[in-house]
């Protein structure tokens, strides 16, 4: 506060702001005579914080005079209002109905297993019964059920249902629009603002590809854009496959890609030299090996098998017509 | 109805190559002398609602006149392709396999009629064979009197056939024409 010549006017160089708390402005005047008084009070006001500034003490710059200010002294109104108080949880309601006192626990606990004491939560905690390795069976017990699965799908559905409870008890304050400042940065993603689907978070990929896919929605295509840096062309140009003409092309008729008969050309010499080494066969040299070593052997023996005749290979490759009887007259 | 891409034609090509050979080549590059055409065409492979057909050139020009979906059939249906991505030869291809067969195995009368109810062909019921027939080949089936019956995979090659047990299976079945009575509606 400061007295300024015979007048009074109240600075705060905290703000850098100064008032004249007793001025009051005429009425009746005209808006042009307002103007200029308004502009003259301005000037003696700033004139009025520029000199208490300059009576601070101050250090050399290259710039000019540095002064620290002081801290302000006018408070001013807060943006926003104050949080509101938020709605108690499931949980917190049942508390007070029964009158439950909620009390300071130790972080750590006795663990029986071990005999040591451990946390109370979180990795290596106390008590855990996941870390009991023999489960006592009782003549109670479901011979079929595994007992370790089942501690397992109890532990599962009681996480569950606290993450349940939390998100109902979220959603109910989402309806008071009182949502924790770190939820409410995330709230989109909760299955609590009504959208039961949780959003998936887009990846840089993604994010690419669309970018890629919109960049063509204009007249050329794309064709004529600046690309940025680091966007991907369109990841289809919309064309999968192409095929040649259903029906064979007019002599005249104009061609595009390969044709049909090229294609199928092409496909038909790879697998036919992908098997040209059946020129010798192998396999038959040996079956012809084979059946004259047998013939050796039985007529060695001078007896044979009926069966085994019936199945003696051709000399001569099957013939369509009467011949059928005359190729394999040992058959049947 | 389209032509078959390049995948789809070389798994076709290798089924069939399983059963014809070389005679692949006939196949593919049979000339048709159907249609009014004053230059023959070729009788070329079809996808029309997962069935692949095989049919002339020609026949496919007046096809283009019928919308896919009332598009029921043309030429002669070969097989399915599965949504899998595999080929399924069926039986309406026998006559186009039985005329190029590489293997060919022959059925004694007496079990021509449970092959045709759709059983695989045991080393009994052979009357002949053709040799070097491998394990996995295709056959085709015929009758003594050299009629086509159907086809299927060999299960053992010539040489072990000779020293299979009469209860072996040595054609493993896979199509028949009793099909065409059994099947009718699938066909």
């Known amino acids: 506060m400061e007295i300024e010549g015979e007048k009074m006017f109240e600075v705060d160089l905290g703000n850098l702001m100064a008032y004249d708390s007793h001025y009051t402005i005429p009425s009746q005047q005209s808006r042009e005579e307002l103007v200029k008084e308004c502009l003259q009070k301005g000037t003696e006001l700033v004139q009025a914080i520029a000199d208490s500034l300059f009576t601070l003490p101050s250090t050399e710059d290259v710039d000019g005079p540095l002064v620290k200010l002081p801290p302000p002294t006018t408070k001013l109104p807060r943006e926003k209002h104050m949080p509101r108080p938020r709605p108690p949880t499931k949980w917190e309601e049942f508390a007070k109905k029964k009158g439950i006192i909620k009390r300071k ?11 040591t004491w451990k946390r109370r939560h979180g990795y290596d905690h106390a008590n855990d019964e996941e870390a009991i390795p023999i489960i006592e069976a009782k003549p109670t017990d479901d011979p079929d059920e595994d007992p370790f699965a089942k501690r397992r799908q109890d532990k599962k ?15 109910n ?19 609590i603002t009504g959208t039961q689907a949780v959003q998936k978070k887009v990846t840089k990929d993604e994010l690419g590809n669309v970018a890629g ?35 064979p092309p007019a002599a005249n008729g104009k061609v595009t890609g390969p044709s049909e008969r090229e294609q199928t050309e092409k496909i038909l010499n790879k697998i036919l030299s992908k098997n040209n080494h059946d020129i010798l066969n192998v396999n038959k040299a040996v079956t012809v090996h084979n059946v004259k070593k047998e013939k050796n052997r039985r007529s060695d023996k001078s007896k044979s098998s009926a069966t085994d005749k019936k199945l003696k290979p051709q000399k001569k490759p099957f013939k369509k017509g009467g011949s059928a009887k005359k190729g394999n007259p040992k058959a049947q | 109805m389209r032509p078959l891409d390049e995948t789809e034609t070389s798994v076709v090509f290798d089924k069939l190559f399983k059963f014809v050979g070389n005679n692949l080549k006939n196949l593919v590059e049979n000339p048709s002398h159907e249609g009014p055409e004053p230059n023959p065409g070729r009788y070329c492979f079809r996808l029309n609602k997962n069935k692949i057909y095989y049919c002339s050139e020609s026949l496919v020009k007046r096809a283009t006149n019928i919308a896919k979906p009332n598009l029921i059939s043309l030429g002669t249906c070969i097989g399915k392709y599965t949504h899998g991505g595999n080929f399924h030869l069926t039986v309406q291809a026998l006559n186009l396999l039985a005329a190029n067969a590489k293997h060919k195995v022959w059925l004694k009368p007496q079990s021509e009629m449970s092959f045709l109810y759709g059983n695989h062909v045991l080393k009994s019921a052979l009357g002949r064979i053709t040799e070097n027939v491998g394990a996995g080949d295709g056959v085709v089936v015929f009758s003594m009197s050299d009629v086509p019956l159907g086809f299927g995979i060999a299960a053992k090659s010539t040489q072990d056939c000779r020293k299979l047990d009469p209860n072996g299976i040595v054609v493993l079945h896979q199509g028949d024409i009793g099909e065409y009575l059994r099947m009718e509606d699938e066909l």
């Not at chain 1, 626990?105 to 005999?115: A, G, H, L, P």
């Not at chain 1, 924790?180 to 299955?191: K, Y």
Request: aromatic letters at 6%; a positive charge; glycine letters at 8%.
């Open chain 1, 105 to 115: 626990k130790d972080k750590v606990v006795f663990d029986e297993q071990s005999e």
């Open chain 1, 157 to 171: 559905g009681r996480v569950d249902k606290q993450e349940k409870n939390r998100l109902q008890n979220l959603k």
């Open chain 1, 213 to 247: 896919i919109a960049s063509t929605a204009t007249a050329s295509g794309g064709k004529f854009d600046k690309k940025l840096p680091g966007e991907k062309p369109p990841k289809h140009k919309g064309k999968f496959r192409k095929f040649p003409p259903v029906a």
């Open chain 1, 173 to 191: 304050a989402a309806k008071f629009g009182d949502l924790p400042s770190h939820v409410q940065l995330a709230a989109t993603s909760l299955p």
